[in-house]
């Protein structure tokens, strides 16, 4: 049984991507500290492309929702098809970085911590990537709630996140052990901050996502990325 993740943990983690934001994209285009070299690379680069055809055969339309949009990669998706998107990120700078990129009116961006932030009405779809990850176990239940309150019977779910892969980070930073939520991460200039890091069983995920109101396939690539795809029920649960 992993223990509760303290308050501070979740501040420092808001402290943490605000100070990366303006190295974040190093880590998803696998440059810098996180280039793992070309054979390893070219293994991440092509499972972001098996994830990126079922988005794209998923077809978000309509009002959309998103959840800690970071600096943009998927926002920049989501603007294909999207009427509207609200964005929700508790750092002002990725949020600066993701107008810079997406340069999209049909986007509005909120700032707010989003354990706290509730959403006002119901969206057609809500997307969310690398973030149910930073979720402690003991929120998440709650959490896929809030994403099923958000969305209206029938709207589409989408997530993306890692699978544990030693890889998938830089070799200067190590995975959490598996009794842990806490992960220490490191800024280019060494600086260090203790994150929530969590990484989920397929089926236990399905599972709570069911209970929650939302029916969810929850598929993985071969080596980084869990991802599911599905919509919230009829009825609430």
């Known amino acids: 049984m992993t223990t509760s993740v303290p308050d501070q943990i979740l501040v420092e983690m808001m402290d943490y991507y605000r100070a990366r934001a303006p190295e974040y994209d190093e880590w998803w285009q696998r440059q810098g500290r996180y280039d793992r070299g070309p054979e390893t690379n070219a ?4 499972e972001i492309e098996q994830v990126l055809a079922d988005f794209d055969a998923f077809a978000f339309t309509g009002d959309l929702l998103e959840l800690a949009p970071g600096t943009g990669n998927w926002t920049a998706q989501l603007l294909r098809t ?21 340069q999209g009116d049909r986007v509005t961006y909120i700032l707010a911590d989003l354990f706290t932030w509730q959403p006002d009405h119901h969206y057609d779809g809500v997307f ?16 896929l709630r809030k994403v099923a309150t958000a969305l209206r019977p029938g709207g589409k779910l989408f997530f993306l996140d890692n699978l544990r892969e030693a890889t998938a980070t ?21 600086r260090t901050y203790e994150i ?8 236990d995920l399905t599972a709570r996502c069911r209970t929650a109101g939302l029916q969810v396939t929850v598929k993985t690539t071969a080596n980084y990325f ?12």
Do not use: C
């Open 43 to 46: 293994r991440w680069f092509t």
């Open 82 to 102: 999207a009427t509207a998107i609200t964005a929700v990120d508790a750092s002002s700078e990725m949020i600066a970085m993701n107008q810079k990129r997406v």
């Open 128 to 143: 969310f990537g690398f973030w149910l990850s930073h979720v402690p176990m003991e929120r998440l239940d709650e959490f």
């Open 170 to 190: 830089s070799p200067d930073q190590h995975l959490p052990a598996a009794t842990s939520q806490i992960m220490t991460r490191k800024l280019n200039d060494g």
């Open 196 to 203: 929530v890091k969590n990484f989920f069983d397929p089926a």
């Open 226 to 237: 869990l991802y599911g795809l599905g919509q919230k029920t009829s009825t609430e649960p």
